[in-house]
């Protein structure tokens, strides 16, 4: 009976942490500021500098460019795009993963203009504004048009030396013992090039 409570209240515990760090986790978006090898400060909508700690468990991802050649049906995608007022889609970013994460369609950063689609491709084929992608997941599917300026890319293995100012960076963060916060995983993209 001892070694039943113990088992159950060791469960109750790993429940109990896994739902406390899924709400102290902290997301941002934005682009690098500056970086000194630990502290990452990131500019994030409205100008506001965060700070941020990249220690040795920190887990860094690149998206290294591709094509949309690249991408073939029975691949897993995740698609940010705009969303028109007759609720047709246009991608403007596309992101390549070796293995499906958290498929479905929805909002995207709480906006109703845009949508965030993780799905599996079904079908590629040629459109009359450029290419279009067929996204399905459980429950549905998506129709999603990719112009020539739609940024492509897949995720690889990333380093320190990629979060340079200007890199644009999607992270998640928790609080550390002292409170500051701490990466724990970062997705980083080279710079937008500089407006001719």
Do not use: W
Request: proline residues 6%; aromatic residues 6%.
């Amino acid at each position: 009976m001892k070694n039943f409570c113990a088992v159950f209240f060791s469960g109750v515990l790993l429940v109990a942490t896994a739902i406390a760090d899924a709400q102290t986790a902290t997301r941002l978006r934005g682009t690098v500021a500056s970086f000194d090898g630990k502290a990452l400060s990131v500019k994030t909508r409205g100008d506001k500098n965060t700070k941020v700690l990249v220690v040795e468990k920190t887990e860094i991802v690149f998206t290294q460019p591709i094509t949309l050649t690249d991408i073939k049906p029975g691949d897993f995608l995740a698609v940010t795009s705009s969303k028109s007022t007759d609720g047709s889609l246009t991608a403007l970013e596309i992101r390549r993963f070796p293995k499906p994460v958290n498929p479905g369609h929805g909002p995207f950063d709480g906006r109703e203009d845009q949508t965030m689609t993780n799905a599996t491709v079904s079908a590629v084929v040629e459109a009359a504004k450029g290419r279009e992608l067929t996204l399905t997941y459980e429950g549905g599917a998506q129709k999603i048009v990719v112009p020539e300026n739609a940024f492509i890319s897949m995720l690889v293995p990333g380093e320190r030396s990629q979060l340079v100012p200007g890199a644009i960076v999607s992270l998640t963060a928790i609080p550390g013992a002292d409170g500051e916060l701490v990466a724990r995983r970062i997705q980083v993209s080279k710079p937008k090039p500089a407006s001719a």
